[in-house]
């Protein structure tokens, strides 16, 4: 069992930035790839963005690239994501997610993942 909790969303204006975080807890963090997801409402949940367990491979939604960027502190035990540039349209729930992988892997399919965060809300107003 791997346990996440998400912190660090919050309220801010369009152009600023956040940055997420994921601590995980119970088996060996580091052999989990981790991803991103978020809800807005009325919308399914979405990828934004995931990282392999050896941190070597990443990959981003089109609408977030250039813009998030995610890492992994294997140590720690935390996945992070830092938004810059933010949009009102970013605004929604997001979540982490692991699932146990080899050291390359990362996937953009939530049906993939088997463990998930509670969630933290973003918001961003114009």
């Known amino acids: 069992q791997v346990q996440l909790v998400e912190s660090g969303g919050g309220l801010v204006q369009a152009g600023d930035s956040l940055r997420l975080s994921c601590a995980a807890s119970?088996?060996?963090?580091?052999?989990?790839?981790m991803g991103w997801f978020r809800q807005a409402p009325g919308k399914e949940r979405e990828f934004v963005t995931a990282i392999s367990w050896s941190g070597g491979r990443t990959h981003y939604a089109d609408s977030v690239k250039g813009r998030f960027t995610i890492s992994r502190d294997n140590v720690k035990n935390t996945v992070y994501l830092q938004m810059n540039s933010l949009k009102p349209e970013d605004t929604a729930v997001y979540y982490c997610?692991?699932?146990?992988?080899?050291?390359?892997?990362?996937?953009?399919?939530?049906?993939?993942?088997?463990?998930w965060g509670q969630g933290t809300q973003v918001t961003v107003s114009s």
């Open positions: 997610a692991a699932v146990y992988s080899t050291p390359n892997y990362y996937s953009e399919r939530a049906n993939e993942y088997d463990y």
């Open positions: 119970g088996r060996t963090f580091s052999t989990y790839a």
